[in-house]
């Protein structure tokens, strides 16, 4: 027990000097992990403030012209130009001109005067659906407001429908708050699959695996060996991310830090129980690259962090219970953003316990028994 | 011969380099020399002795410090690119594209060089008339042996007609009988009046060249045809018999750590000794009993080891201290192979092969590219599981077999496997680790290999900036760490130089007397000779097994009464695949 224990400190201290030695890749260790994550905090956000467009004018009244100046009053909306048909919004759309294209028909001020249906069309560019969604939220909440205001001034009655959205968590829906702490997964796990799986694979490349076998280490202690220092490797990651999120972009954290650190010990450990197994299939440095990405890109997708997975279809569905990211998502900006208890994150957890579990111990088998 | 005639003329050639340690290394230290055009020349020497920068000058790839250089006729260091119009180079590591089947790397060479369609229409079957890889047009690369990347590699620089052929190393790494093939390559691209000059370190090769140059060190040592070289050494060469129950090796241990000797290695059961002087001999003793001396004709080897002598001095001989001389071999079988199979798909690597290994012998695996060696020594490591078959390494089974188990082999990969980006020292430290050496008794050991193995000069370089030879030290040194009962050594001499191979020897003979068992693989045929015994593999089947004297005996002629180790293995691997294949018919 004690030999074993050795042993596996041995091969920890081995691995953090080959990690840790070269003082470009302890940078390289640090450095973009936070880069990524202050590129991502300002770059990657949803949230709009100047949206181009078109006008179609049709109705040309008093209460349009009133409806246009609430929209550009907005601060989102900026008029790129004012056409007399809605023809010509057509090439201004597909030449990304205009995002939008507010088509306000005639008869408007008397339909909406009568109480019938007072029609605005609006047209969106379809290919940048994110943003084209967005936009038209916006809009719509704008014109809507616009209408019931209008009919109110005017004395007129009737189901006059308020629709009042609000968003918890993140009453401003600011793209950031979402996005960092998700990121603290999505980054570490990136960073440490691939470590795990690029250093096993160097070594069984540099033939220096086949000495670790022949030395008196059993598999389990190679694997607790690869384990603990990219384990170390996340952890610093992680805190870093966290720093920023806390300390730079200022988000505010909800819930406990003791059930963070937890969920995401138990995440790494389940993200790194992947990199062992890829490498464990991986017979060169490059077949292990090649792996890590074939696996990491559609964890990323597949992990709610750009879109819910309760939206895609059943199948991936399925598909995302092997995700660890996709518990680390739910359990970072749970925890981080609502304050989620460790009772309401334990699902999440055991799921990632059970990957950890399974990836682990068959990649120690693999370790020995991979043909070739 | 005038300048104009000859291939290459070098007047007063420097070159330094500059390592990444800031170590300067001075490769060429004033080379003068003339190559004759259409003749074969042959640079021989030790590792670091300057013949890689001899041709790399030569080719105008890098260009000298000082001193003028003309290569057929023209200042090379003025006009290279004259010069690469006109020669073909081929540099140790060709660079052969793996994916590409032998006729596309073929077609790409020819692109690059801009040969004609029509030229090429008459190249082509020419040179796989020459290499016979007519067969394997079809084969990627990265699929052929080792023997058959080179002779594509030799195809490749041949796609045009040089006027001058320069190799490096063609044959490190190839097994006997692709390296026969390929010196008949050579031997008729000179007849057909190509000049050539290749680089070697295998000493019999040297001496079929119709010139050799010798260097050492950035100079060049002796020039002249092998057969005057070789005149230097007569009357110094002698067969030794060793007493009853001393292994060859240990006399030869014994032999090459005394002051008048200059080289000593074992020869069929008997030992092979050059002497420093010709001049009255005085006959050979041991421990004040006189030894049994046949007076021989020397080779060319023996000439190379006296002249290398004469300026490496007594430095090489540390690792020959302390051999008694005494065989340790006991009945007792620390290794048993019964009918071992390993299949990859439908190919057989190892088909049926069976032997015994006793404790304290060291014992060879000997075969050509492919022949199932690695294979076997990976199966008795544990790295790979059996397909079939039982083998027991000190009675257990590797692959499953506990920690304890293993903790009493030790392991020597074909490649260097050790840590690179670590030192020296991080090295030793952690194979001691690992092997369970702790606090005192972990330092004592590391600084005891250190000194054995002269690697205290190097302790806090990275081991990956190592020089060649002291990379396989190293690679020793952490395998001997735990003081294993067992070693397995795979291709451990690969690429090293006569000297190296003698110093390694040395401490395997020293080994084996404190009664380690060792298992070697190896290209060399003559290091056979350090075995107990030996068994012969091809194709994954065991062809011969026996001592040394035993195998020589096997290739026996009338014509040939006194086969050298390679002759005899040759002739051996010929047989069964002339019977394969009337089997086969």
């Known amino acids: 027990m004690l030999a074993s224990l050795l042993r596996i400190l041995t091969l920890i201290h081995k691995e953090l000097l080959v990690i840790l030695k070269d ?37 040309r009244s008093a209460t349009s012209r009133e409806l246009v100046s609430k929209l550009e009053g907005s601060g989102i909306f900026r008029r790129q130009t004012t056409l007399a048909q809605i023809g010509q919004a057509v090439t201004l759309l597909n030449t990304q001109k205009v995002v939008l294209v507010v088509v306000i028909e005639r008869d408007f001020e008397r339909q909406l005067a009568g109480g019938g249906k007072a029609a605005v069309q609006v047209i969106a560019d379809g290919r940048n659906s994110n943003t084209s969604g967005v936009a038209l939220g916006y809009a719509n909440t704008i014109i809507a407001d616009f209408a019931n205001d209008w009919r109110s001034r005017q004395g007129l009655s009737g189901p006059v429908v308020e629709v009042t959205s609000r968003a918890w968590f993140n009453p401003q829906l600011e793209t950031r708050w979402t996005m960092i702490p998700s ?118 997708l597949l992990s709610g962090l750009m879109s819910p997975v309760d939206n895609m279809p059943e199948v991936l569905q399925y598909a995302t219970v092997i995700n660890p990211l996709k518990y680390a998502i739910s359990i970072t900006r749970r925890v981080y953003l609502e304050g989620a208890h460790l009772t309401e994150m334990l699902p999440d957890m055991l799921a990632l316990v059970a990957i950890a579990a399974v990836t682990m111990p068959v990649s120690a088998w693999m370790f020995r028994h991979r043909l070739n | ?125 020419r040179l796989f008339g020459m290499t016979q890889l007519g067969r394997f047009k079809e084969r990627p690369a990265g699929k052929l042996s080792g023997g058959m990347k080179q002779k594509l590699g030799l195809a490749c620089t041949l796609v045009r ?20 093939e390929l010196w008949e390559i050579v031997f008729q691209l000179v007849k057909d009046g190509l000049s050539v000059i290749v680089s ?46 001393m292994p060859a090796r240990s006399l030869q241990a014994r032999l090459f750590g005394l002051p008048d000797i200059a080289d000593a290695v074992p020869e069929a059961g008997r030992v092979r000794v050059v002497r420093r002087s010709s001049a009255a001999p005085p006959p050979f003793e041991l421990d004040g009993k006189s030894l049994e001396a046949e007076a021989v004709e020397p080779r060319f080897e023996d000439a190379f080891m006296l002249l290398f002598d004469a300026i490496a ?33 439908n190919f057989t690597a190892v088909d049926h092969v069976s032997f015994k290994v006793r404790r304290g012998e060291v014992y060879g695996l000997l075969g050509p590219n492919g022949a199932g060696k690695s294979t076997t020594f990976k199966m008795l490591c544990g790295l790979l599981p059996a397909t079939s078959g039982t083998l027991h390494v000190a009675g257990e089974n590797l692959l499953t077999a506990g920690a304890k188990a293993r903790q009493r082999l030790g392991y020597v990969a074909q490649k260097f496997s050790l840590y690179g980006q670590l030192t020296v020292d991080e ?11 702790r606090g005192s008794s972990r330092r004592e050991r590391i600084k005891a290999l250190k000194e054995q193995f002269e690697l205290d000069r190097f302790s ?22 735990h003081q294993p009962e067992i070693l397995f050594l795979d291709e451990a001499t690969t690429g090293a130089d006569p000297l190296a191979r003698r110093q390694f020897w040395g401490r395997i003979t020293g080994l084996s007397e404190r009664g380690v068992t060792v298992i070697v693989t190896t290209h060399f045929m003559e290091e056979a000779e350090y075995c107990d015994r030996i068994i012969i593999l091809d194709a994954g089947k065991n062809l011969a097994e026996g001592t040394p004297l035993d195998i020589r005996a096997h290739a026996e002629t009338d014509r040939d009464k006194a086969p050298t180790m390679e002759q005899a293995f040759i002739a051996i691997v010929e047989k069964q695949r002339r019977k394969d294949k009337e089997g086969g018919a």
């Open chain 2, 161 to 180: 007609s040089p006027q001058l052929l320069l190799l490096d190393e063609p044959t490190v790494g190839v097994d006997p009988l692709s390296r026969r």
């Open chain 2, 460 to 481: 806090e370089l990275p081991s990956g900036q190592l020089p060649g030879g002291f990379k396989q030290r190293l690679a020793l040194a952490a395998a001997l760490l």
């Open chain 2, 313 to 345: 001095g007594d430095q090489r001989r540390e690792s020959h201290a302390g051999i008694a001389g005494q065989a340790s071999v006991n009945e007792e079988t620390v290794v048993e192979v019964r009918d071992l199979v390993r299949m990859f798909g």
């Open chain 1, 183 to 300: 990121l603290i997964g999505t980054i570490t796990m990136m960073m440490t699959m691939m470590l795990t799986a690029m250093s096993v694979a160097r070594e069984r490349e540099e033939g220096t695996f086949d000495q670790l076998l022949v030395a008196p280490f059993t598999p389990t202690e190679i694997m607790i060996g690869k384990a603990v220092p990219s384990m170390i490797v996340g952890i610093v990651q992680s805190s870093a991310i966290l720093i920023v999120a806390l300390f730079w972009f200022q988000i505010p954290f909800a819930g406990s830090l003791a059930t963070l650190s937890l969920g995401l010990a138990l995440f790494l450990a389940a993200a790194i129980g992947f990199g062992l197994f890829l490498s464990s299939l991986a017979s060169n440095m490059q077949q292990a690259m090649i792996l890590c990405f074939v696996f990491l890109m559609p964890f990323m």
């Open chain 2, 1 to 125: 011969m005038s300048a104009s005639e000859a291939a290459l003329v070098a007047t007063d050639v420097r070159k330094t380099f500059v390592r990444n340690t800031g170590e300067v290394v001075e490769a060429l230290a004033g080379v003068s020399l003339q190559v004759e055009r259409g003749a074969l020349t042959a640079l021989v020497g030790p590792d670091g002795a300057g013949k890689t920068t001899l041709l790399r000058l030569a080719s105008g790839l890098v260009v000298p410090d000082s001193g003028s250089l003309d290569v057929i006729g023209i200042d090379v260091t003025r006009f290279p690119q004259q010069v690469q119009d006109k020669i073909s180079y081929m540099p140790q590591r060709f660079g052969l594209y793996e994916d590409l089947s032998v006729q596309e790397n073929l077609d790409l060479y020819a692109d690059l060089h801009g040969v004609p369609q029509v030229e090429r229409n008459e190249v082509y079957p």
């Open chain 2, 427 to 437: 090295n030793l430290e952690f194979f001691a680790s690992a092997y369970g050496l």
């Open chain 1, 23 to 59: 003082p470009k890749s302890r940078a390289s260790l640090v450095l973009p992990p936070i880069l990524q994550c202050l590129i991502f905090g300002y770059a990657a956000t949803y949230d709009l403030n100047t949206v181009p467009y078109a006008l179609v004018d049709l109705d």
């Open chain 2, 200 to 245: 070697t370190s295998y000493l019999d090769e040297a001496e079929r060249c119709e010139r050799a140059v010798l260097m050492h060190a950035g100079r060049i040592l002796a020039e002249g045809r092998p057969n005057e070289i070789t005149a230097s050494a007569k009357g110094c060469c002698f067969l030794v018999r060793a007493p009853d129950g």
